[in-house]
Structure formats: structure tokens, C-alpha cells
């Protein structure tokens, strides 16, 4: 029985250091395709070398691709402009969205939210970014949300990712994996990049947590030389704080920002974000 082999990403967030890892991870242990489950850009230097290297594997790997939140956020704002400019809340958007092509966006648009995924001999998959319907759906923060996300799908095999947390969990004869994220993992480690590798056959699929080291330091100088550090303040530094951590210093100072300001956090002044990093030592 001729098995098959498929790696499955997540929340790239713009980590081209630990997306270059990955693919010269499946050049050494080579795979028959890869499932990518969305968040590719967004909260790092540089994405325009994150979508190179994303073309790049679609001409050599057989791609499943959807689309996550960020991405939409992105189309969003094509759409109607969001006021990204430079600051702690938005500033990781607005350089983002300078340094994306139209084809990039173009690209993106062009990726369902959602997907089921046949291959041959094998049971089918069902791929989502979040949840079934709901593309921030996170099983991490709401664990209630897994059995009713299995219960959702047709087939047995639900990929989600979102949550940035590896998981395997089943239930009844279906089971949910989650990848983690290749890019800003939330392993309490820090400097890993997560993903997963299924191993299938007509029995059914088999997934293996990986987890491997990247180069962190070249991708954590490029903060400062792509000139995102100037641009987007606190939120950056906490960005490079969770990529040395594992821990997650995004969500920790998005909501202590809320609490500090009594608002939400669009609306939150910089020197609440910087009170807030004090606090964080981010």
C-alpha cells in the first residue's frame, strides 16, 4: 500500500527565516504536497521575501492553500481604507501593505477560506484557518469549540490552525490537528518553527508534531534594517519578544493595553502602549 506524505503550515506571519527552514526540512524529507492554512504575512519584516518563497514552493510542491484573518484584513483594506499608519496598533499593517504587490494581493483574494482537500487512497481533509465558519475560531482560548467543529465536517480529518498552539485532539472517530505556527510558535521555547507532517493512506491519516530551529537572529536584525521597528513601536517589540520567547507578548500587551486605556485598543493612546511595554519589560 503506497502511503503519502503531506506537510501542513500555518501562521507564517511574515517569517521567511523559519519558512526557508521548513522547505529545506521537506527538501531533505521530501513530501508529496503541502496544506498551507493561512496568516502568511503580516507582523514582520520584509513579506515580499515570505511571498517569494511561497511561489516558489507552489512550482515545486502540490499546494493546497487557503487564506486566514490577516489576509483579510489586507483585502479588507483594499476595499476600505483602514487608516494604517505608523503606531503600536497598526503600524505592523501599514508597512505591510507597503511592501505588497498587486498580484500579491491579487493572490490572496484568490484563496478560499475554506476547503476540503481529496488525495487519492486517502481519507478526505477538511482545512480551515480557524473553525469550520469561522475563520478566527481559536481552540486554544475556547476549547469548547473543538467537539462542534468535528461534528461540522463530513469526513473525519479537520486541519485548523489560528490559535498558534500544536494540538491533536479526537473525538467519536474524527480528529483535529493543529499545526502551530511556523512563525511566531507559542511553544514557551522561543526560535522553533511548527508544523506538522501527515502520513496517510486509505486507513486513514497518521500526523507527526515537528518542530525545528531557524535562523532567528538574521530574521530578529531585520526588524531593525528594514526600518519596521520605527514604524510600528510596541507591538513590535513584542513581536520579536514572543520570536525569542515562545511566549506569547502579543496578546498579553493588546489586552493589558485595553485594561490600561479603558477602550479598545485601536483607540489607545502610545502613551498607554508605552506604559504598557514598561510593565512587560517588551
Same mark, same amino acid.
Given at each position: 500500500?503506497?502511503?503519502?506524505?503531506?506537510?501542513?503550515?500555518?501562521?507564517?506571519?511574515?517569517?521567511?527565516?523559519?519558512?526557508?527552514?521548513?522547505?529545506?526540512?521537506?527538501?531533505?524529507?521530501?513530501?508529496?504536497?503541502?496544506?498551507?492554512?493561512?496568516?502568511?504575512?503580516?507582523?514582520?519584516?520584509?513579506?515580499?521575501?515570505?511571498?517569494?518563497?511561497?511561489?516558489?514552493?507552489?512550482?515545486?510542491?502540490?499546494?493546497?492553500?487557503?487564506?486566514?484573518?490577516?489576509?483579510?484584513?489586507?483585502?479588507?483594506?483594499?476595499?476600505?481604507?483602514?487608516?494604517?499608519?505608523?503606531?503600536?496598533?497598526?503600524?505592523?499593517?501599514?508597512? @505591510?501593505?507597503?511592501?505588497?504587490?498587486?498580484?500579491?494581493?491579487?493572490?490572496?483574494?484568490?484563496?478560499?477560506?475554506?476547503? @476540503?482537500?481529496?488525495?487519492?487512497?486517502?481519507?478526505?481533509?477538511?482545512?480551515?484557518?480557524?473553525?469550520?465558519?469561522?475563520?478566527?475560531?481559536?481552540?486554544?482560548?475556547?476549547?469548547?469549540?473543538?467537539?462542534?467543529?468535528?461534528?461540522?465536517?463530513?469526513?473525519?480529518?479537520?486541519?485548523?490552525?489560528?490559535?498558534?498552539?500544536?494540538?491533536?485532539?479526537?473525538?467519536?472517530?474524527?480528529?483535529?490537528?493543529?499545526?502551530?505556527?511556523?512563525?511566531?510558535?507559542?511553544?514557551?521555547?522561543?526560535?522553533?518553527?511548527?508544523?506538522?507532517?501527515?502520513?496517510?493512506?486509505?486507513?486513514?491519516?497518521?500526523?507527526?508534531?515537528?518542530?525545528?530551529?531557524?535562523?532567528?537572529? @538574521?530574521?530578529?536584525?531585520?526588524?531593525?534594517?528594514?526600518?519596521?521597528?520605527?514604524?510600528?513601536?510596541?507591538?513590535?517589540?513584542?513581536?520579536?519578544?514572543?520570536?525569542? @520567547?515562545?511566549?506569547?507578548?502579543?496578546?498579553?500587551?493588546?489586552?493589558?493595553?485595553?485594561?490600561?486605556?479603558?477602550?479598545?485598543?485601536?483607540?489607545?493612546?502610545?502613551?498607554?502602549?508605552?506604559?504598557?511595554?514598561?510593565?512587560?519589560?517588551?
Amino acid at each position: 500500500m503506497n502511503s503519502k506524505d503531506y506537510a501542513v503550515i500555518s501562521d507564517v506571519h511574515g517569517n521567511y527565516k523559519a519558512l526557508e527552514a521548513f522547505l529545506k526540512y521537506c527538501s531533505d524529507h521530501p513530501v508529496d504536497g503541502i496544506i498551507c492554512l493561512g496568516d502568511y504575512v503580516t507582523d514582520s519584516p520584509y513579506p515580499e521575501r515570505t511571498m517569494e518563497l511561497l511561489y516558489r514552493m507552489r512550482e515545486e510542491y502540490s499546494c493546497y492553500m487557503i487564506r486566514g484573518n490577516r489576509e483579510n484584513y489586507l483585502i479588507n483594506n483594499l476595499r476600505v481604507n483602514q487608516g494604517w499608519k505608523p503606531s503600536s496598533q497598526s503600524g505592523c499593517f501599514y508597512y @505591510t501593505s507597503q511592501h505588497l504587490s498587486d498580484d500579491d494581493m491579487a493572490f490572496f483574494e484568490s484563496l478560499p477560506e475554506e476547503m @476540503t482537500v481529496r488525495i487519492e487512497d486517502c481519507p478526505e481533509l477538511f482545512i480551515c484557518h480557524g473553525t469550520p465558519g469561522e475563520v478566527r475560531g481559536n481552540v486554544d482560548l475556547n476549547p469548547e469549540l473543538k467537539v462542534p467543529a468535528l461534528q461540522k465536517i463530513e469526513g473525519n480529518y479537520l486541519l485548523g490552525g489560528h490559535s498558534h498552539m500544536q494540538e491533536i485532539f479526537r473525538w467519536n472517530g474524527k480528529t483535529y490537528v493543529n499545526p502551530g505556527s511556523l512563525g511566531l510558535t507559542l511553544d514557551g521555547i522561543g526560535r522553533n518553527a511548527q508544523f506538522v507532517v501527515l502520513h496517510g493512506d486509505k486507513a486513514g491519516w497518521t500526523p507527526e508534531l515537528c518542530s525545528i530551529p531557524y535562523d532567528a537572529e @538574521t530574521f530578529l536584525a531585520d526588524f531593525t534594517e528594514s526600518g519596521l521597528d520605527e514604524l510600528a513601536f510596541v507591538l513590535n517589540r513584542a513581536v520579536k519578544k514572543t520570536i525569542n @520567547t515562545g511566549v506569547n507578548y502579543v496578546i498579553q500587551c493588546v489586552d493589558e493595553v485595553e485594561k490600561e486605556a479603558e477602550c479598545p485598543v485601536s483607540m489607545a493612546s502610545e502613551e498607554v502602549w508605552e506604559k504598557v511595554a514598561g510593565m512587560l519589560e517588551v
